[in-house]
RNA sequence: GGCGCUAUCGUCUAAGGGUUAGGACAGGGCCCUCUCAAGGCUCAAAUCGGGGUUCGAAUCCCCGUAGCGCUACCA
């Protein structure tokens, strides 16, 4: 069975890309039947934080794409140093004594570094004797640089790769204060969790035939490795929140109004593509359709809406959010509704209960021109509360000739009328403009800024029974 | 600097030897209509440059150029 793991590390917020690489191990191990390991790569103690560790948790949760096993890297750290012990016994890695300090290797000109000269060819004898005096040291691996040959694989993404042992320098396993690289605490895990295929970011992707080296020097079997292209700003820098704040953050696209499978959509068409013009797809659509084969090898830019009242995300994940908010099923929905309703403060217990029917009623019919769950709250308020302004445009439909005493014989009509529906409430305003020989919309735009102080919103109509007889008659009456 | 990856409309992408280079978002227009959306129709918009290979290249090869990644006792 397929394993596959996703392993940020708690030095900052859910980043999308994060969440798109996420996504994609999810999508990959669905599809084929696997399992998703989420493990927590907190080797670094000095930069880990709770914060962002609860961050990440609450992202990845947000997404709804549960995972099966998770771990802490931390809490293995002596399989780790283990490891590398056994490497050092076996003769495939070695203690470095060079000094910190020294160890800048000047890159700018001339030959890149390899290795500390004197540090590979020291005896085990000398090695022992200064490891035991108390001399700091860090371990490094033993790349047979000696071989003209080199590490060859096949990225799932990338295809054929290739890097002579001569390019790879002798990268660090242990640390001079005794803590595991990346590379040995990320080599190490891989191997004893049975992870199957390592999906993660293209930055990586020279990383693997260190990785490689470890992996079967340690005695594992080797997994396959894809590696997805990058998700870059709109100036086509990599995607930071330094650089592009809450464009780069989960949580503020969840924060921003986004359904998770509005957001799961958007990113999945990064770097991806069912290949048959689908957009919009839901989860299982996506899990059907997934071919890590397909994952494209180009870096994709995250847009940002640049009109003004946009929200500050791309718009193509609006829309697509927009899709998801107006075609799936109301039933789904609700949960989310309800949220952004509780959100804008105008939730009643009533809607859960008594109201229930009238709940998802008016969310069915208000959400067919909204695109972000926060639309509710912006523009909603008479649906659920007595108390909204007037807008400028309804009123100037209110102040048109002939138009507020007409509502206010309306309001009479529609009290003193036994039915009340969307049909009986065309009825009696039709006869009623014909009667004052008005045109029908000017009455209807009149009665639709009565009800909700908008000039724009669902059929007017339809408002009448949203908003129900009482209100809708004591609205009319105040114009 | 060294090693590597990539290159189609503004953006996300389809087409891997033969298409009027397709779709979507954003933008323009039209239709529908009680408003606004939605929806339908439509317009504008691309193969980085140069060489090859081939009857034929966005597609294969080479060279440039540009972007990105790696080059840490960070992950």
């Not at 999945?268 to 397909?294: H, I, M, T, Y």
Request: proline letters at 5%; one cysteine or more.
């Amino acid at each position: 069975m397929n394993r596959v793991r996703f392993a940020p590390s708690p030095t900052g917020f859910l980043h999308i890309g994060g969440a798109r690489t996420y996504l994609f191990n999810w999508l990959f191990a669905r599809s084929t039947g696997g399992r998703v390991i989420l493990r927590i790569d907190d080797t670094d103690t000095g930069r880990n934080t709770e914060e962002s560790l609860r961050s990440i948790l609450d992202g990845l949760r947000w997404l709804d794409l549960p995972w099966d096993e998770q771990h802490f890297q931390s809490r293995r750290r002596a399989a780790h140093v283990r490891a590398a012990g056994a490497l050092v016994a076996k003769g495939a890695a070695y203690r470095d004594f060079t000094p910190e300090t020294e160890s800048p290797a000047d890159r700018s000109d001339g030959e890149p570094w390899l290795c500390n000269p004197g540090m590979r060819e020291l005896g085990s004898g000398e090695s022992d004797r200064r490891a035991a005096a108390g001399e700091p040291f860090v371990v490094r691996f033993r790349v047979p640089r000696d071989s003209p040959k080199g590490v060859a694989f096949r990225d799932l993404v990338f295809r054929k790769q290739f890097r002579k042992f001569a390019d790879i320098e002798d990268f660090a396993l242990l640390r001079s204060n005794g803590l595991p690289t990346y590379h040995l605490a990320s080599s190490v895990d891989d191997g004893e969790l049975g992870i199957t295929h390592v999906i993660r970011g293209q930055d990586h992707l020279t990383n693997t035939f260190k990785h490689i080296l470890l992996l079967e020097a340690l005695g594992f079997e080797r997994p396959a490795f894809g590696h997805l292209p990058l998700l870059l700003g709109p100036d086509g820098s990599k995607l930071s929140k330094r650089r592009h704040g809450p464009l780069a953050s989960v949580t503020s696209y969840r924060d921003m109004g986004f359904l998770p499978v509005g957001f799961v959509n958007y990113l999945s068409l990064l770097g991806w593509s069912p290949k048959d013009n689908r957009e919009s797809l839901a989860v299982s659509e996506l899990v059907d359709a997934f071919r890590l084969e397909q994952v494209l090898r180009t870096n994709a830019l995250v847009q940002v809406g640049e009109r003004p009242g946009d929200a500050p995300v791309d718009p193509k994940a609006v829309w697509l959010n927009g899709q998801h908010l107006r075609n799936m099923p109301v039933d789904d929905l609700l949960p989310f509704a309800e949220g952004a309703v509780r959100d804008a403060g105008w939730w009643l217990e009533e809607y859960g209960s008594s109201h229930r029917a009238w709940f998802r009623e008016a969310i069915d019919a208000l959400r067919s021109r909204l695109s972000l769950l926060t639309d509710f709250a912006l523009r909603c308020r008479a649906y659920f509360r007595d108390d909204f302004g007037m807008e400028a445009k309804a009123l100037g439909n209110l102040d048109r000739d002939g138009v507020r005493p007409a509502l206010r014989a309306l309001a009479d009509r529609i009290a003193g009328a036994s039915a009340f529906s969307d049909a009986s409430v065309e009825d009696a305003v039709r006869s009623l403009a014909a009667e004052r020989g008005m045109k029908a919309s000017l009455l209807i735009n009149g009665a639709r800024a009565a009800l909700t102080g908008q000039s724009v919103g669902p059929s007017a109509f339809r408002v009448f029974t949203l908003v129900g007889k009482a209100r809708a008659v004591q609205r009319l009456r105040a114009v």
